[in-house]
């Protein structure tokens, strides 16, 4: 295949714009999958994307049309995912900008039009859905020239559904989209942009061939300049639904190198891979992502540590945006602390590994990283709150904030407005691109965002509204550790770091939910919530109460109160001695409602 015969393009769009039909279409049109293959969201291979009706992880197919090679990268809409967004932009020169004719341009719509800009690719508007009769084609015309600066008449519109206009956008992908530019006679170089684990051919690395070529019949090593680790390559292809071996890869293509690696840290994406003793320069590569939301993951059935552990390797290695390191408290035994980019990436990775490699997790309450700076001047980063040093060594806490672009039908605006309001939220920006939608610009507490507000927002816009942002600074706050005492003793999985305003609040909501779940004992339970060793609420479980007087039939009141003062007794010094050993079904409950 000549170089200048190749396109690799990628699909953007905010969620649920239609880019999964799209891929379809286009597989169906150049036959690069039978059409007894062909289902609905063909490309989404999970359960979960199928089940959730969303894409979780990117995709690339190579599909044949007429004369030219061309490779579809499939990528998702939802905010927590958008690393695989950057990722999958980095091994394309050209982008679909899909936009749904039913509900116009979305916050993601416009931060992947930016993303895309900032890589340089040559960027193709589409209107999607022009089949349904809900929608004004020549308003969201409008909008998309007024917002992106395109022309009209260089919109395409489109029916994923139906086919209608697909054939039309192909040839336009072929005109405008650039082929690849790389030297075939430099030394050979292919970036990562993914990678995951086969059993029997180790890591397996996606690849886009910038330089050179890519020939394993030779029997050469190939270098990963970041981690320089070296391995003789099993086999190179293509994917076109399953993997297709070939024997290399050229300038411009995009593919695979099955590595023969059986250590996932050998491979990291965003690496550079050469051949060994080649001289070559690494690849711009991809900037580090930063966890915002932190989650625990402890296995129910602590002899399934290693097992969780070994699960977590093999998704890290699939999604580069996952942290994860281990900790251990008391009451729910070893686990790990868990990075995410947002609540559903949390909640989908949990979902994967209890699917996936058969683990029933526990899950804490998210939280978010704070910055601490100390007596001794030192700045401290804590991400979880058993880690909060004594408030005496503390002299200042600082939370994460994020900036948060929401564009809602005008209709809800003041609703919108007063949910970040609530949320401690400072208005930076509001915009009205046209006479339907307005942009709101928030600066907002990242701890607030973690805490419902996603739903609250989807609530108050009869779920019209869309979200997107990005970290901002870390400011201060007058925040504290909130511990929960059972029957005297700290339960360090409930413990959270919240507001000093709202502790008080918080602290009464745990002790409630605690006390519907811990079973009653035979002695008196007290829960406590406290703030830095003062108590602030307290719920009491009573005891299970025995009735010894049963097997008397009759008798003086003496003999009664005899046994009745024994039994008191009895319940004192069990209550002096007694431990309240929580069931792990009760975190369970507690910690998802």
């Known amino acids: 295949m000549n170089q200048s015969q190749i396109r690799n393009f990628?699909?953007?769009?905010?969620?649920d714009h239609g880019k999964s039909t799209l891929a379809d279409r286009l597989l169906e049109i150049t036959h690069a999958v039978d059409q007894r293959n062909i289902v609905k969201q063909t490309l989404d291979s999970m359960d979960l994307e199928r089940e959730k009706g969303i894409t979780i992880k990117l995709k690339a197919v190579r599909m044949q049309y007429k004369d030219?090679?061309?490779?579809?990268?499939?990528t998702p809409g939802h905010v927590d995912f958008t690393y695989e967004v950057f990722r999958s932009l980095a091994a394309c020169e050209g982008a679909v900008l899909l936009i749904d004719k039913t509900q116009g341009i979305q916050a993601q719509t416009v931060s992947n039009y930016y993303k895309a800009k900032e890589a340089n690719l040559k960027?193709?508007?589409?209107?999607?859905?022009?089949d349904m009769n809900i929608g004004d084609v020549e308003t969201l015309e409008e909008d998309i020239s007024s917002t992106f600066g395109f022309k009209k008449e260089d919109i395409l519109k489109v029916s994923a559904k139906t086919g209608e206009g697909v054939k039309e956008m192909l040839e336009r992908i072929i005109k405008v989209i650039p082929a690849p530019i790389g030297m075939e006679k430099s030394p050979s170089r292919a970036l990562i942009f993914d990678s995951a684990y086969d059993e029997y051919l180790g890591v397996v690395a996606a690849i886009k061939v910038?330089?050179?070529?890519?020939?394993?019949?030779?029997?050469?090593?190939?270098?990963?300049?970041?981690?320089?680790?070296?391995?003789?390559?099993?086999?190179?292809?293509?994917?076109?639904?399953?993997?297709?071996k070939t024997n290399s890869l050229k300038t411009g293509e995009v593919g695979y190198i099955a590595t023969g690696l059986k250590d996932i840290h050998?491979?990291?994406?965003?690496?550079?891979?050469?051949?060994?003793?080649?001289?070559?320069t690494p690849l711009a590569g991809y900037k580090e992502v930063k966890p915002f939301v932190f989650v625990s993951l402890y296995p129910i059935d602590n002899s399934k540590f290693n097992q969780l552990r070994e699960a977590l390797e093999r998704l890290s290695l699939s999604d580069s945006s996952l942290y994860y390191e281990p900790e251990s408290n008391s009451a729910l035994g070893f686990g790990f602390r868990c990075g995410f980019l947002g609540l559903l990436h949390a909640d989908i990775i949990q979902e994967r590994l209890e699917r996936e490699y058969s683990l029933n997790l526990i899950s804490t309450t998210p939280a978010v990283e704070y910055e601490i700076?100390?007596?001794?001047?030192?700045?401290?980063?804590?991400?979880?709150?058993?880690?909060?040093p004594d408030r005496s060594s503390i002299q200042e806490i600082k939370e994460p904030w994020i900036l948060c672009t929401i564009i809602c039908p005008s209709q809800y605006s003041g609703n919108v407005m007063s949910l970040c309001n609530d949320r401690r939220g400072i208005l930076k920006k509001m915009e009205y691109p046209n006479e339907n939608n307005i942009v709101f610009e928030y600066e907002l507490p990242l701890s607030e965002l973690i805490y419902n507000f996603f739903d609250d927002l989807k609530s108050v816009s009869s779920g019209f509204a869309s979200l997107d942002y990005e970290f901002l600074d870390y400011r201060a706050v007058d925040a504290v550790k909130l511990d929960i005492l059972v029957h005297g003793s700290i339960v360090e999985p409930l413990s959270n770091v919240v507001l000093r305003s709202k502790a008080d609040v918080i602290g009464k909501s745990l002790l409630k939910k605690l006390k519907d779940v811990i079973p009653r004992q035979q002695f008196a339970v007290s829960l406590q919530a406290a703030v830095g060793g003062k108590i602030i609420s307290r719920e009491d479980i009573p005891a299970l109460r025995k009735n010894v007087l049963a097997k008397m039939s009759g008798g003086h009141r003496e003999r009664k109160d005899k046994l009745l003062d024994i039994q008191k007794k009895g319940k004192e010094r069990m209550k002096r001695i007694g431990k309240v050993d929580i069931p792990q079904e009760a975190f369970r409950q507690i910690l998802t409602k």
């Open 10 to 15: 990628c699909i953007i769009a905010h969620i």
């Open 68 to 74: 030219y090679q061309l490779n579809l990268i499939d």
């Open 123 to 130: 960027i193709i508007p589409v209107i999607n859905k022009i």
């Open 210 to 244: 910038v330089d050179g070529e890519f020939n394993i019949e030779n029997g050469r090593k190939i270098k990963f300049l970041a981690t320089r680790k070296a391995s003789i390559p099993e086999e190179v292809g293509y994917f076109k639904l399953k993997r297709f």
């Open 266 to 280: 050998s491979v990291k994406v965003g690496d550079t891979v050469c051949w060994e003793n080649e001289p070559a």
């Open 373 to 388: 700076l100390n007596t001794k001047e030192e700045t401290l980063y804590v991400r979880t709150p058993s880690d909060l």
